[in-house]
């Protein structure tokens, strides 16, 4: 089956510093790859995402780099405000089922 | 709108006992997920539905996991007898699209085993 790896695990910048999380993912049948942030007692929330027939996909403050050679995908969140704080996962999905990264906490210093 | 909304918040059951979980998805979405996410770790796909066919049920545990979208709106995730490493949070999520595109997830149902 399917296997996303993701990293780092935490991450920590100063207001207005750029971060940037990468995943890994094995099955090539995977074509859709979403990126959820998710804060302490509430459901993921879709921040952006990516189809495997697209290399890059920009969202005002927020990107994504897919590369399906390497199989890996990257978010990329520029001039970080202490609001991004949250723990962000990372997910390779193919015919309806997700494999979730084991998340990535960002916490942005003010 | 309403988002997804599931319910109860939170349940703690003892061992053994059987629990129910609902999920109201938004309204007119076709699909609905059902995710079990431990503590510090990423969700993990239980099940999926199309309206109301269960079109895989191959991340359920156990046979103790049953879940169902009868009217292909409300789905229920029930699970039997109970054990501690059931605890977790339960996740529901649907989408308008077919093939897990744009999910909008609910709170989760903290569930607790003692």
């Known amino acids: 089956g399917e296997n996303v790896e993701q990293h780092p695990s935490t991450l920590s910048v100063q207001e207005g510093d750029s971060a940037v999380i990468k995943c890994t993912y094995s099955?090539?049948?995977?074509?859709?790859f979403p990126w959820y942030k998710q804060e302490l007692g509430k459901g993921p929330q879709l921040i952006i995402d990516?189809?495997?027939?697209?290399g890059e996909k920009k969202d005002q403050r927020i990107a994504v780099t897919l590369n399906k050679t390497a199989k890996h995908f990257s978010l990329h969140i520029t001039e970080t405000q202490p609001e991004d704080s949250a723990v962000y996962f990372c997910?390779?999905?193919?015919?309806?089922?997700?494999?979730f990264g084991d998340g990535t906490t960002l916490t942005v210093k003010p | 709108g309403a988002g997804v909304s599931q319910s109860p918040r939170y349940k703690v059951a003892k061992r053994g006992q059987d629990v129910a979980l609902r999920c109201d998805p938004i309204?007119?979405?076709?699909?609905l997920f059902w995710y079990q996410q431990a503590l510090g770790q990423g969700p993990e796909f239980l099940t999926y539905?199309?309206?109301?066919?269960?079109?895989?049920k191959s991340g359920l545990p156990s046979d103790r996991f049953f879940a169902e979208r009868p009217e292909g709106s409300v789905s229920t995730l029930k699970i039997q007898r109970t054990q501690q490493e059931d605890s977790a949070v339960y996740l529901c999520?649907?989408?308008?699209?077919?093939?897990?595109?744009?999910?909008?997830f609910g709170p989760g149902t903290r569930l607790t085993v003692t």
């Open positions: 990516i189809r495997s027939n697209v």
């Open positions: 309204s007119g979405h076709v699909s």
């Open positions: 997910a390779a999905s193919t015919a309806g089922k997700s494999t």
């Open positions: 539905f199309q309206n109301e066919a269960q079109l895989d």
């Open positions: 099955d090539s049948a995977s074509n859709y």
């Open positions: 999520a649907s989408s308008l699209l077919t093939g897990g595109r744009e999910q909008y």
